[in-house]
């Protein structure tokens, strides 16, 4: 924390990181209107004193849907990095440990690897119908194979170390040895990984949705916006930039903190 705390980008992008996310969650809290009500008089209306960052084709305020637009991408991107990433993880620590069932569990991987998350949301949307859901299995499925591989490379170090074969000298169970011993270890890795991650998957779940597999209209999420505005380019450019903007602005931040973490958990660069 230390070593964070003196990176001035660090400082900024965490909070900027931590801004953002008490901006999603306090939304209905920061804003007193309906992100779904429409005010056709104040239709493409430009930014002003009435509506701040302007009002969208149906006259709806774009400060409210940004907040609430953003609660939702932040939703998908953490539950899609928690979910894929939890079961990456097991799936990558199981094939450290087990090296007998280390070839089946990464070929896995490499067969998931081959498919690009938009074929996995091609894929689900025709299933289940196209949604904020459909987007948030594809982003797990196409989390999971990343997830395990960065486990089972930092597993893989710390199964070598003396405090693994010690607990096994002693008789420590299998679970406990891997819950207890070498996830710890492990978890610095993973938590660098989950932050870069995390804007990952939002702009990939970003990307679904303007091309139409992710949250339908009216629902109010940053990709679905700037499809939405694209249609008023040259008419009301502030309906596509605003949430194209946050979107770049919530994936730079993420991608800023996921690289000072990774500088200040390396045990090399401390000098």
């Known amino acids: 924390m230390r070593r964070l705390l003196r990176d001035p980008v660090a400082v900024a992008a965490l909070l900027l990181t931590l801004a953002l996310i008490a901006a999603a969650i306090f939304a209905p809290w920061l804003t007193h209107g309906d992100p779904y009500d429409n005010d056709l008089g104040s239709a493409m209306a430009p930014p002003g004193e009435e509506h701040w960052l302007g009002a969208d084709d149906q006259g709806r305020d774009l400060v409210v849907r940004l907040l609430y637009g953003l609660r939702l991408t932040l939703l998908m991107g953490a539950v899609?990095?928690?979910?894929?990433?939890?079961?990456?993880?097991?799936?990558?620590l199981a094939a450290a440990f087990y090296r007998r069932a280390d070839g089946t569990i990464m070929r896995l991987m490499d067969v998931m690897l081959?498919?690009?998350?938009?074929?996995?949301?091609?894929?689900?949307?025709?299933?289940?119908?196209?949604?904020?859901?459909?987007?948030?299995?594809?982003l797990v499925v196409a989390t999971i194979p990343l997830a395990c591989r960065v486990a089972?490379?930092?597993?893989?170090?710390?199964?070598?170390?003396?405090?693994?074969?010690?607990?096994?000298?002693?008789?420590?169970?299998?679970?406990?040895l891997i819950l207890r011993h070498l996830l710890p270890n492990c978890a610095s890795s993973l938590l660098v990984f989950a932050t870069l991650?995390?804007?990952?998957?939002?702009?990939?779940?970003?990307?679904?949705?303007?091309?139409?597999?992710?949250?339908?209209?009216?629902?109010?999420?940053?990709?679905?916006?700037?499809?939405?505005?694209?249609?008023?380019?040259?008419?009301?450019?502030?309906?596509?930039?605003?949430?194209c903007v946050a979107i770049f602005v919530v994936v730079l931040a993420f991608n800023v903190l996921g690289d000072a973490l990774r500088d200040a958990l390396d045990p090399r660069l401390r000098l």
């Not at 498919?115 to 949604?131: R, S």
């Not at 003396?162 to 000298?169: C, L, N, P, Q, S």
Request: proline share 5%; charged share 10%; glycine share 18%.
């Open 152 to 176: 089972r490379a930092a597993a893989i170090v710390e199964m070598g170390r003396d405090y693994m074969e010690a607990g096994r000298a002693v008789g420590l169970g299998d679970g406990r």
């Open 114 to 138: 081959s498919f690009p998350a938009i074929l996995f949301g091609l894929a689900i949307a025709a299933i289940f119908g196209p949604g904020a859901t459909a987007v948030m299995l594809a």
């Open 197 to 243: 991650r995390i804007g990952q998957v939002i702009l990939l779940g970003s990307a679904l949705s303007f091309v139409g597999l992710g949250a339908q209209p009216p629902t109010a999420e940053l990709g679905a916006m700037a499809a939405q505005g694209r249609t008023f380019l040259f008419f009301a450019p502030h309906i596509a930039v605003v949430p």
């Open 80 to 92: 899609s990095v928690a979910v894929g990433g939890g079961i990456g993880t097991l799936l990558g």
